[in-house]
């Protein structure tokens, strides 16, 4: 405690009226003075310095006792440690209120002998400086208090801080940066205990800072053996509390390297070495602490004047670089029991989270690879998510411009995209490759019964003419013109036929044509119900089935409304998939955002047809956006070609136009071009 230091004074003080019928010894070594008014001398040799102590022995007669002890009462007691000896008759006694008798040395009168005053003299300035002394240690524990209350309060603060950080270097900045903090550390290390490939220990150097030196940090490893001082500790576990790394006990096994030292032109003095030790007691790291500092008023404060100090000379390091005081061993030993934990929550975390996030994106990938011409899209989608995500954090005006994202809103947006079609996995899979009205079997069994049909008329014209021709022969009338008018009505017949059937694989096509589906296919029925066809066994054979009429009646598209029902219910599916898996709180909107991607803001997507964009988050049409981007970009599939880029930014432009996509996101993906940073290789997985 350097800073107790005090300049102490001795006086005694003789009121004036007393100094011609008393004679003080003049041996004592203690200064007499000599004054006409006690209170203002006391009070202008404590004003002379701030820093100093009066231990004073005041001689005034017994009737000054009141007002000197009502002014005593006024001063700061610890700059004043007093007695007084009053001077009187015995008959004045019984005048006076002497009730504070511990403050009162003596009563003498004026005939007390020379060597009697100099004994009360004395005995008086030993109980006033065991006063001092004791009024010393009482505020010596009482900073000890303050400081061990301190460190409970740090130890308290950092476990909270510790506990909270999720990211490792932040986490590893954090343990250094606290505990350089708490120690007044100019420099520190953080080591980290690994395993090499033969699972053998090393000490892998992680992190440091020196406040003095701007150092770029290179990581390195080193054996772990008790021959460098980290390695030493991470060996035995014991804590190096060194005062000058230069003059280590020749005896010790571990030695200081100064090749650092060399480097930057610096010099390590004290080291406080502690161990990371986990909860099972194992040692995970080490925490090297180096030059502990203090100004030279000696008064640490709490916050981090020891930082401002700058080391650059020699005489920098004489004069502020200080051992580190035996209270930091246990204190920076429980800061690293709690760096170790929270280092290894931190692992297992991020382990967990790697290996949720693996096993994801292999269910996801899994599901995808049913239908290789759409896999990769949810992973395209997850990016263009991310990506347009820190595009809004970069806007600062407008709609956009309230929103930031933090890195965990980021990775929740992420899981969301990855898991948004995950619901397509109950979905009949060919309805998502169904590229036109019929499906190709469905198609090829109506053309099968067209060219039935064909062959059915042509054999019944064939009998037909054949019975007229037995007819001619029998009746021997000539047949000729009966001949050629069942013949021009076979061909207009099969012609026809074929015409219904280039017909009907027009109408096959999804696309929108001026022809009304309906009408031509009523049409078509019409003519098919006045041929009265039959199958070998002689039943009535329906060239267009039933659900044939439902789907070439398709007026958009290639889905039949029974379809897409199916094809929409693939968000309720995720929605259900996705709000089964325990997430953590912070990912708890994952099931939501999945849910909307579907959703636009007039209010005519699906599930729920949620009008404006109140209705759903941000994160949600980001990833509509997402999507339409990638479904209209994807690589050519077999029943579908990609659509080029300036034409898919158009479609955007107009669907925002048509209030189905969010405008100021659209415009975002535009404006900053947010489509070419998806990398070649996520665009062809
Ligand atoms: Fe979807
Ligand atoms: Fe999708």
Same mark, same amino acid.
Request: proline content about 3%; aromatic content about 10%; overall charge neutral.
């Given at each position: 405690m350097r800073g107790d230091k005090k300049n102490v004074i001795k006086k005694i003080l003789v009121a004036e009226e007393l100094s011609e019928n008393i004679s003080l010894p003049a041996d004592t070594g203690i200064t007499i003075t000599v004054t006409g008014n006690v209170e203002k001398t006391i009070d202008s040799i404590i004003l002379e310095s701030e820093n100093t102590t009066l231990l004073c022995l005041i001689v005034i007669p017994i009737n000054r006792y009141e007002t000197v002890y009502r002014h005593m009462n006024?001063?700061?007691?610890?700059?004043i440690f007093y007695q007084m000896l009053l001077v009187g008759?015995?008959?004045?006694?019984?005048?006076?209120?002497?009730?504070?008798?511990?403050?009162?040395?003596d009563f003498i009168d004026e005939k007390t002998s020379q060597s009697k005053i100099r004994f009360i003299i004395e005995k008086s300035f030993s109980i006033i400086e065991k006063h001092f002394q004791n009024e010393q240690k009482k505020n010596w524990y009482y900073a000890k208090l303050i400081d061990a209350q301190r460190d409970q309060e740090d130890l308290i603060n950092i476990g909270k801080s510790l506990s909270g950080e999720k990211d490792m270097e932040k986490l590893l900045r954090l343990i250094l940066y606290l505990s350089k903090k708490i120690t007044g550390a100019d420099g520190g290390s953080i080591y980290l205990v690994e395993e090499d490939e033969n699972s053998r220990k090393r000490l892998r150097f992680k992190y440091s800072h020196t406040f003095s030196r701007e150092i770029p940090l290179e990581e390195f490893v080193m054996e772990?053996?008790?021959?460098s001082i980290s390695g030493y500790v991470a060996v035995t576990g014991e804590v190096l509390n060194l005062p000058n790394a230069y003059m280590?006990?020749?005896?010790?096994?571990y030695s200081f390297n100064p090749y650092f030292d060399r480097q930057h032109s610096y010099i390590s003095r004290s080291m406080l070495v502690v161990p990371m030790k986990n909860h099972l007691d194992q040692i995970i790291g080490v925490i090297q602490l180096i030059n502990s500092k203090e100004d030279l008023s000696g008064i640490r404060k709490y916050e981090n004047e020891a930082f401002?100090?700058?080391?650059?000379t020699e005489a920098d390091f004489d004069r502020y670089v200080v051992t580190?005081?035996?209270?930091y061993n246990s204190l920076l030993e429980a800061i690293a029991g709690q760096a170790a934990i929270a280092i290894e929550n931190n692992r297992l975390i991020n382990q967990i989270q790697m290996q949720f996030e693996e096993f994801v994106k292999a269910s996801v990938t899994a599901i995808e690879s049913r239908d290789p011409a759409t896999s990769g899209h949810s992973f395209r989608v997850a990016l263009i998510c991310k990506e347009m995500a820190m595009a809004v954090n970069s806007?600062?005006?407008?709609?956009?411009?309230?929103y930031k994202f933090t890195e965990t809103d980021i990775k929740e947006l992420e899981f969301a995209a990855l898991l948004?079609?995950?619901?397509?996995?109950?979905?009949?899979l060919n309805i998502f490759k #169904?590229?036109?009205? $019929?499906?190709p079997k469905d198609l090829e069994n109506l053309k099968l019964r067209l060219d039935y049909l064909y062959r059915y008329i042509e054999l019944k014209f064939f009998a037909k003419e054949m019975d007229i021709i037995r007819e001619s022969l029998a009746s021997n009338r000539p047949s000729n013109e009966t001949l050629s008018a069942t013949h021009e009505e076979k061909i207009k017949k099969l012609t026809r036929v074929t015409e219904m059937k280039e017909q009907l694989i027009r109408l096959n096509e999804p696309t929108i044509t001026d022809l009304d589906p309906d009408s031509v296919l009523s049409g078509i029925l019409d003519e098919i119900a006045d041929i009265e066809c039959t199958d070998i066994t002689g039943n009535s054979l329906d060239i267009l089935t039933d659900l044939d009429r439902i789907n070439l009646?398709? #007026?958009?598209?290639? $889905?039949?409304e029974q379809e897409r029902i199916e094809i929409e219910s693939h968000v309720i599916e995720t929605y259900k998939f996705v709000s089964k898996i325990p997430w953590p709180p912070e990912y708890k909107n994952i099931p939501e955002i999945a849910l909307r991607h579907h959703e636009k803001l007039d209010g005519?997507?699906?599930?729920?047809?949620l009008n404006g964009r109140?209705?759903?988050s941000l994160q949600s049409r980001m990833m509509a956006i997402a999507d339409i981007y990638d479904a209209l970009t994807a690589q050519d599939r077999p029943y579908k070609k990609s659509v080029p880029l300036d034409k898919v930014l158009i479609i955007l432009k107009e669907e925002a136009d048509r209030n189905k996509l969010d405008p100021d996101l659209v415009n975002l993906f535009i404006d900053t071009k947010l489509?070419?940073?998806?990398p070649a290789a996520v665009q062809s997985i």
């Open positions: 006024l001063i700061d007691y610890s700059k008759d015995d008959s004045s006694l019984p005048d006076h209120n002497l009730d504070r008798l511990y403050h009162i040395s772990m053996n008790n021959k280590i006990d020749a005896l010790a096994p401002e100090i700058k080391l650059e580190f005081d035996d209270r806007v600062d005006k407008g709609y956009l411009g309230k948004h079609d995950f619901g397509k996995v109950y979905i009949d #169904k590229a036109k009205k $019929l499906y009646r398709i #007026k958009r598209g290639s $889905l039949n005519t997507g699906y599930p729920d047809r109140e209705a759903t489509y070419e940073r998806i």
